[in-house]
């Protein structure tokens, strides 16, 4: 196992990046413009890790669908990336806070206070992790941008033991994190604007490769309408309105309809979009949506397509 006292100077996520060495003598407009640069570079480099990003996106749905969970593990940024993506999930899909869980070094505290000392513990890897019991059913993500984060690699080694599907995403090729899980997702962005700061285009492409594998699995599991977040949480008046507007373009009815259809589901989104579309009743479409695990479209799809007046 790699230890805190390797040399991360072989790194390219650790090299001097030669476009901005003089970073400091430049106007306002020159550093952005040299930080725009160099994000540009992310999307090429994530695109290059899609076949197995697929991969991880199979997986979480298989875990999904079949009572697991996807748990992801990370040390500083990239644990905070990941806390993000796990949090986004429930408002977005309406799924159970169970079903995306987030392990972060120095626990919740870490997401808005430096706790970075303990990504050096392998014991707190495995003591964390084994705090959620992963097992056959789970996919455990572990992150790192440079691959070499021992609490990172410890908890994707136990998880691994204990029979979870294990994934890593990393920013460099060949490191230890990515020979501990049994597929590696590699976006390789370079030296960063500020030499070493993996916050930027490391933390970027992270952040891409973990929105592409929770919005992958949650819309093959049904939880979108073709592009539309029909699962939407309707939790303030924003996201009301919006839901609104789902409807009304998923449905072809104009907002009356689709706010009166909300209220008669019971204000779920889903429920409402399946009585707009079949004619069934609150009733009859809830049970239809059962039925279907949540998948809307094979909801709507298995009873007909009739739209009546609402």
């Not at 392990?103 to 392998?122: P, Q």
């Not at 390789?188 to 973990?210: D, N, Y």
């Not at 104009?254 to 009743?281: N, Y």
Request: aromatic share 2%; with cysteine.
């Amino acid at each position: 196992m790699a230890t805190s006292t390797e040399i991360l100077s072989s790194l390219a996520t650790e090299q001097q990046n030669l476009a901005s060495q003089a970073l400091d003598t430049k106007s306002s407009l020159e550093i952005a413009t040299i930080i725009n640069n160099e994000d540009a570079k992310v999307a090429g480099a994530v695109r290059k890790a899609l076949p197995q990003i697929a991969l991880a996106i199979d997986a979480v749905t298989d875990a999904l669908a079949g009572g697991g969970r996807l748990i992801y593990v990370g040390t500083g940024t990239s644990g905070r990336v990941a806390a993000l993506d796990a949090s986004e999930c429930p408002p977005t899909f309406s799924t159970d806070p169970k079903l995306v869980q987030f392990v972060i070094a120095g626990g919740e505290r870490a997401l808005a206070h430096a706790t970075e000392a303990s990504e050096d513990s392998v014991k707190l890897g495995e003591k964390d992790i084994a705090k959620l019991r992963p097992g056959k059913k789970d996919v455990v993500i572990g992150i790192a941008a440079s691959g070499r984060t021992p609490y990172t690699i410890a908890a994707v080694e136990y998880a691994k033991k204990k029979g979870a599907k294990t994934f890593a995403v990393v920013c460099n090729a060949g490191t230890p994190l990515g020979e501990a899980a049994e597929t590696a997702i590699v976006a390789e962005v370079g030296p960063e604007v500020l030499s070493g700061s993996t916050r930027m285009k490391a933390g970027s492409a992270q952040k891409m490769i973990l929105n592409a594998i929770t919005t992958g699995a949650m819309t093959r599991l049904g939880y979108v309408y073709g592009n539309l977040m029909v699962n939407v949480s309707l939790k303030n008046t924003k996201l009301y309105e919006r839901a609104v507007g789902i409807l009304s373009k998923a449905a072809g009815v104009d907002r009356d309809q689709a706010t009166r259809a909300i209220e008669r589901s019971g204000k779920s989104v889903p429920v409402a979009l399946i009585m707009l579309k079949t004619g069934a009743g609150r009733a009859e479409a809830t049970r239809r949506l059962k039925a279907a695990k949540g998948n809307v479209r094979r909801a709507i799809e298995s009873t007909g397509s009739a739209t009546p007046s609402v």
